[in-house]
């Protein structure tokens, strides 16, 4: 398996509007080829932030580089940058290759 994270940080006192966003998009992950499953998960709050986390499971990496190749992938994604004023610099990748 294989698990997918991106590490956002949000804008103090934006919390809620970052989840509304997540909650109200398409993810296009339903009928992708290797995926398990999804969440995501809100972290410490910082005086400067609110770390947020993507985290998504796969059989394996490769599907979900293939995912990230994909039009689901594209639709997935498609304005997320109308929501700017959010977030904090881009989200931050780490991927890992789940051993036990």
Known sequence: MYIAM???KIVPGREKDFEKIWKERETHLDNVP???????????????H????????WKSEDDFSNWTRSEAF???HR???QHSDVYLGHP???GFKVII
């Not at 290797?34 to 400067?48: A, N, S």
């Not at 609110?50 to 499971?57: E, G, V």
């Open 34 to 48: 290797g995926f398990i499953e999804f969440h995501l998960v809100k972290g410490c709050k910082e005086e400067t």
């Open 92 to 94: 931050v990748f780490e």
């Open 74 to 76: 594209r639709q997935a």
């Open 79 to 81: 304005g997320a940058g």
């Open 50 to 57: 609110t770390l947020y986390a993507s985290h998504s499971t």
């Open 6 to 8: 991106n590490r956002f």
